[in-house]
């Protein structure tokens, strides 16, 4: 069992930051061998991948409308990822879900809504 918790969630301006945290942790769950993935999910729309990071932390990927404003990072030490959101739009407001595919099924967590609205 792999356990996922974000963090880090708010309502933030156009053209702010934001940073999300995702926590995992499971009894048998080796998170420095898992590459871990950030989603998200806007109202009325289809979950979408933003970020995927390997599991050294040496190879990102980033959906287009994301690119040169997120950054995807993680701490191996910590069991944690991170998502960077700089330059936010209000296109990014969505409830954004931490993930990772261990033991053969996909894991998520419970999500955190970012609003970027005036």
């Known amino acids: 069992q792999v356990q996922l918790v974000e963090s880090g969630g708010g309502l933030v301006q156009p053209g702010g930051s934001l940073r999300l945290s995702c926590a995992a942790s499971?009894?048998?769950?080796?998170?420095?061998?898992?590459?871990m993935s950030w989603y998200r999910q806007a109202p009325g729309k289809e979950r979408e991948l933003v970020a995927l990071i390997t599991n050294a932390g040496g190879g990102t990927k980033y959906a287009d409308s994301v690119k040169g404003r997120f950054t995807i990072s993680r701490d191996n030490a910590k069991n944690t990822v991170y998502l960077q959101m700089n330059s936010l739009k209000p296109e990014d407001t969505a409830v954004y879900y931490c993930?990772?595919?261990?033991?053969?099924?996909?894991?998520w967590g419970q999500g955190t809504q970012v609003t970027v609205s005036s």
């Open positions: 993930s990772t595919t261990a033991f053969g099924k996909p894991y």
């Open positions: 499971g009894s048998t769950f080796r998170f420095s061998m898992y590459a």
